[in-house]
């Protein structure tokens, strides 16, 4: 486990969230001190606090221990919340437009 690379995505999602390590700390019940550490790389950090970071960050803890899982989370999240709010009539539509992106994009996409 890279603590140093664990604690510079959690101080990324603080920073996006506009949270000072005080306020992120106080939420998770934890000194400013342990979680300037946590951030640094300086200390391991027990599951219950990692658990509670991720809570407190409103992030999923995969966002916070991989790098290249968090955008697609990320996405993947709001596109659930989007489809959760939409009514049946909605989702058919919403199916229909995702099926003929895709096709449209595997047909004249090259990555």
């Given at each position: 486990m890279d603590y140093y690379k664990l604690g510079q995505r959690i101080r990324k999602y603080r920073r996006a969230q506009k949270l000072s390590q005080e306020h992120l700390a106080e939420a998770v019940g934890i000194s400013v001190t342990h979680m300037s550490h946590i951030e640094t790389g300086n200390t391991?950090?027990?599951?219950?606090?990692?658990?509670?970071?991720?809570?407190?960050l409103q992030v999923q803890t995969d966002e916070l221990l991989?790098?290249?899982?968090?955008?697609?989370?990320?996405?993947?999240?709001?596109?659930?919340?989007?489809?959760?709010?939409?009514?049946?009539?909605?989702?058919?539509?919403?199916?229909?437009?995702?099926?003929?992106?895709?096709?449209?994009?595997?047909?004249?996409?090259?990555?």
């Amino acid at each position: 486990m890279d603590y140093y690379k664990l604690g510079q995505r959690i101080r990324k999602y603080r920073r996006a969230q506009k949270l000072s390590q005080e306020h992120l700390a106080e939420a998770v019940g934890i000194s400013v001190t342990h979680m300037s550490h946590i951030e640094t790389g300086n200390t391991k950090l027990s599951l219950a606090v990692f658990v509670s970071i991720a809570e407190a960050l409103q992030v999923q803890t995969d966002e916070l221990l991989y790098d290249h899982r968090a955008p697609r989370t990320i996405t993947t999240n709001e596109i659930v919340k989007t489809l959760e709010e939409s009514t049946p009539q909605q989702l058919r539509i919403l199916e229909e437009i995702i099926k003929a992106t895709k096709t449209a994009l595997e047909k004249h996409w090259e990555p």
